[in-house]
């Protein structure tokens, strides 16, 4: 017994301390990224096409099997070399492919393949070049021309050397707003003979891994023995990295306290809104899932991400509209005659304050409490919904990397225990801003900001689901 728990403790405490070296892409899961070389090489063009792909896309390419020379020709067909305002044909010459590891067990992808054009006569020569391979996918895009052998570069629209390394080493300080450059135009003088063709990787540099800090979560799915031990700690592990991404800029922490500042909610609501953003976030994930698995020929997954944002926007819109309303229309801002869950005011100098329960404290305001208490349940499910509706990459990840692992019941267990360690988050903010008010409450001050504070954090619950619309808007149109 006590073998078994030290090896789930050195489980955990690798799970946690290596996480900041585990494989994983630096764009991102969903991203496939391009880099053209185009080399005058004496009288004659060539391209070095690199295509690397991470985690997802590799995953569904490898359902259908990737064969190296369909993918040449494809990248050949797709993309656009133009010599003096004619476009000339480019025809592979060589390919290599080669399948790195990555996030969560899974595999990126690294395809390099030189295309030849045809001879150039001597002269000037006015260069177009175009690349439409992957139009509509994220993720890095880059093009240099560059002479060699007796050609030169006159006048070019893009840099002789890479930014990325030939998509080795993203600069860090570009990793949120990745190069987007597909065309390049250039003015070339070529060599009097033909240059050699650029050469193709090693084994062992295409074999090597992007190296980022990993989430941890991730890397659970992956562990070699799971005892009763390893399992359990795994949870626990997954767990906590779930707390820890809900603390991460996003997710709906000042929507939550917000909204229960603004509907004056009890404990159990903030328990009520946890659980909806559990049950939210999974769901999510195994919608995604499926969608990646079985539809992805229809449904770009990533293409999901603005389109959920854009509802998460709506729905804050609807919840804070609604609050503000109901706030407006009970006159709370203003310090009128108020007949709250915990506080009995009439605008006096004086305040009569009742410690009684929500339920028990009514002289003939029974319907106004119906009606709180209705705009709190409604609320409850759209905020939930709001907080938990874009699934988290990493937890798309374990489900994938569980599939691909045959480990599907241990997967599906880690994305629960990750989705509730995030919504033990969100309910310990929620406790403290009902317990926060609650004991704010107690302190008898006066004045309208008090008073409108219900009336403020409704607005503020508003102004949040505009900005996440506005936001949304862009990715959407």
């Known amino acids: 017994m006590r073998r078994t728990i030290a090896l789930a403790l050195t489980a955990a405490l690798a799970a946690l301390v290596l996480a900041a070296t ?3 892409h630096p764009l991102g899961n969903f991203t496939i990224n391009r880099y053209s070389d185009v080399e005058i090489s004496g009288n004659r063009p060539y391209v070095l096409y690199v ?12 359902q259908d099997g990737v064969d190296p020379a369909v993918y040449a020709r494809r990248i050949a067909h797709n993309v656009h070399l133009g010599i003096d305002g004619r476009e000339v044909a480019l025809t592979p010459l060589r390919q290599t492919l080669a399948f790195p590891k990555g996030q ?11 295309l030849r054009g045809p001879k150039l006569a001597g002269g000037d020569v006015s260069l177009s070049y175009r690349d439409d391979n992957y139009a509509t996918r994220i993720g890095w895009k880059e093009i240099v021309v560059r002479g060699s052998h007796g050609a030169g570069i006159d006048a070019s629209s893009v840099p002789a050397a890479s930014q990325s390394d030939a998509l080795r080493a993203y600069p860090k300080n570009q ?13 070339v003088s070529p060599g009097s003979e033909e240059g050699p063709a650029p050469s193709l990787s090693s084994a062992s540099a295409l074999q090597a891994p992007d190296r980022v800090a990993d989430s941890g979560f991730s890397s659970l799915i992956g562990r070699g023995h799971l005892s009763v031990g390893v399992i359990l ?5 997954a767990a906590f990295w779930g707390a820890a991404h809900a603390l991460t800029p996003g997710h709906g922490k000042a929507l939550v306290a917000g909204y229960l500042v603004g509907t004056k909610g009890k404990p159990r609501h903030a328990v009520m809104l946890g659980v909806t953003v559990t049950v939210t976030h999974t769901i999510g994930v195994f919608a995604l899932g499926l969608i990646t698995l079985a539809l992805s020929q229809f449904i770009v997954p990533e293409t999901l991400y603005p389109w959920l944002t854009l509802a998460s926007g709506l729905l804050v819109v609807g919840v804070g509209a609604s609050v503000l309303r109901a706030r407006l229309r009970t006159g709370r801002w203003s310090g009128g005659h108020d007949h709250g869950p915990e506080g009995h005011h009439h605008g006096h100098s004086h305040d009569h304050v009742h410690h009684h329960d929500h339920e028990e404290h009514d002289h003939g305001h029974g319907s106004q409490v119906t009606s709180d208490e209705a705009l709190t349940n409604r609320g ?46 969100v309910t310990g903010i929620g406790l403290v801003a009902v317990l926060a008010r609650r004991a704010f409450s107690r302190v008898s001050l006066e004045g309208r900001v008090v008073r409108a504070l219900p009336a403020v954090s409704a607005f503020v619950i508003l102004c949040v689901g505009i900005v996440l619309t506005a936001k949304a808007l862009p990715g959407v149109i």
Do not use: K, N, W, Y
């Open 22 to 24: 585990a494989g994983a």
């Open 104 to 114: 969560g067990g899974l595999h990126t992808t690294r395809l390099e393949v030189v």
């Open 233 to 237: 700690i795994s949870l626990l592990i």
């Open 51 to 62: 295509l690397d792909m991470a985690e997802i896309p590799t995953f569904q390419a490898r």
């Open 175 to 187: 990793l949120h707003s990745p190069l987007d450059v597909t065309s390049a135009t250039a003015t």
């Open 380 to 425: 409850i499910l759209g905020v939930g919904v709001a907080a938990g509706i874009l699934p988290c990459p990493s937890a798309l990840v374990v489900l994938l990397s569980a599939i691909a692992l045959h480990r599907i019941g241990f997967g599906l267990a880690l994305i629960l225990a990750f989705s509730f360690g995030l919504a033990c988050t």
